[in-house]
């Protein structure tokens, strides 16, 4: 079946360090691909999104390529900052049915 | 766009009430409503999926006569905890997907339940 794997946190960075937190995927049929982060307390907030191979979805500084040779969507930022501290969930969905991956915690420390 | 409110955001009950919890979609229409249970430090378990106007789907596990979903309209689900008990203290979080752009979720902000 359809399932996410994304690399284990915590991730504890230093201000302006380039992050990567790796995501692949196992899917059927074509999914769509999606990062989410969830704030402490709060729900989740759609970050960016890819719909097709080669698709590159941004948002706010961060991207992610959906790489279908290698079935993995590895979110990136090149300069982090203390407010991108939150867990960011890699995410698929494919024919009606949405999977998550267990979230990776993101710690910025100034 | 796509703005989905949760209300309550946070409740606290005694032991063996009922608790309901409602999800809008504030300025879309939905045709698919979701509702997620995540457990501390832990990732979204996916309770069930309700369509406007017909009977929610549960997933396997999900006791459906304990967590009653309705669907009434195109942006308005509920879930209601029944006879409510400490094991059942989580964060529930609701997601809706807009017409013509099934396979995007939108995540309300979270219902923080604590059953005493």
């Known amino acids: 079946g359809d399932s996410v794997t994304q690399m284990e946190g915590p991730v504890t960075l230093s201000e302006e360090a380039f992050l990567t937190i790796n995501c692949t995927y196992t899917?059927?049929?074509?999914?769509?691909l999606f990062w989410y982060v969830q704030y402490p307390g709060e729900g989740l907030q759609l970050l960016l999104k890819a719909t097709k191979a080669d698709d590159k979805g941004s948002n706010k500084g961060f991207e992610a390529t959906y790489r279908k040779e290698t079935t993995s969507f590895h979110l990136e930022k090149g300069s982090v900052q203390v407010s991108d501290s939150a867990v960011y969930f890699c995410a698929l969905s494919d024919r009606g049915q949405f999977y998550f991956g267990t979230g990776t915690s993101l710690t910025v420390i100034p | 766009g796509a703005v989905v409110s949760q209300h309550p955001s946070r409740v606290i009950c005694k032991s063996g009430t009922s608790v309901k919890i409602e999800c809008r979609s504030l300025d879309f229409q939905a045709t698919t409503m979701f509702w997620y249970r995540q457990f501390p430090k832990k990732s979204l378990m996916l309770m069930a999926t309700s369509n406007e106007g017909s009977k929610a789907t549960y997933e396997q596990g999900v006791e459906k006569d304990k967590f009653l979903i309705n669907h009434a309209s195109l942006t308005l689900s509920t879930l209601t905890v029944t006879s409510a008990h400490p094991e059942d203290s989580s964060f529930y979080i609701c997601?809706?997907?807009?017409?013509?752009?099934?396979?995007?979720?939108?995540f309300g902000p979270g219902t923080r339940l604590t059953v005493l």
């Open positions: 899917a059927t049929g074509y999914p769509s």
């Open positions: 997601s809706a997907a807009r017409a013509g752009e099934g396979n995007t979720q939108y």
